[in-house]
T-cell receptor, first 112, second 115 residues
């Protein structure tokens, strides 16, 4: 079945460091891929998405590229800020009638 | 006001009690979902509804039931709560088609503790 695997946390970085959070998926065909972010005490919110191979989603300085050949959708940011401290979830869906499947989440902490 | 409102935000109850978590939305979305979040396990789907007359089980529906009272309202019930149902519960909505299909809008969550 469809599944999402993302790197375990917690990830702790200093401010202005480069961030990568790895996400790989298992699915037949061409799922849509998403990154959601959960700030402390809040629900999840969409960060970015990509719907076909080689698409790059971007938002708030974060980027992720849909790589069909490696079944990956890694999240990157060139210079993180303390305000980026949150839990990040990779997710996939396949088809408009499908359920959305989430990875286990990666907690990111940024030191000033 | 929030687009997706969950009540209560926090609840402590005892084993065997009946609990209802309520969700209402102002997004006008047809699709509504209930997820459960546990540390290290991500979000797991409990039930989902694609319209008022459509209710579907998710991956962990045992011990839960739902009611879709209207397009805007979707409630989750635990008929007889047990301690391993202690978790953070999220309601979410999405559009049916177009670029917003499968993009979820979440409520702020309901934290349930079963003693």
């Amino acid at each position: 079945g469809n599944s999402v695997t993302q790197m375990e946390g917690p990830v702790t970085l200093s401010e202005e460091a480069f961030l990568t959070i790895n996400c790989t998926y298992t699915a037949t065909g061409y799922p849509s891929l998403f990154w959601y972010v959960q700030y402390p005490g809040e629900g999840l919110q969409l960060l970015l998405k990509a719907t076909k191979a080689d698409d790059k989603g971007s938002n708030k300085g974060f980027e992720a590229t849909y790589r069909k050949e490696t079944t990956s959708f890694h999240l990157e940011k060139g210079s993180v800020q303390v305000s980026d401290s949150a839990v990040y979830f990779c997710a996939l869906s396949k088809g408009s009638a499908s359920k959305i499947i989430f990875g286990s989440g990666t907690r990111l902490s940024i030191r000033p | 006001d929030a687009d997706v409102t969950q009540t209560p935000r926090n609840r402590i109850t005892k084993t065997g009690k009946r609990i209802m978590l309520e969700c209402s939305q102002t997004k006008g979305h047809d699709r509504m979902y209930w997820y459960r979040q546990d540390p290290g396990l991500g979000l797991r789907l409990i039930y989902y509804s694609f319209d008022v007359k459509d209710i579907n089980k998710g991956e962990i529906s045992d011990g839960y039931s739902v009611s879709r009272q209207a397009q805007a309202k979707f409630s989750l019930s635990l008929e007889s709560a047990i301690p391993n149902q202690t978790a953070l519960y999220f309601c979410a909505t999405s559009e049916t088609r177009g670029s917003g299909a499968n993009v979820l809008t979440f409520g702020a969550g309901s934290r349930l503790t079963v003693l």
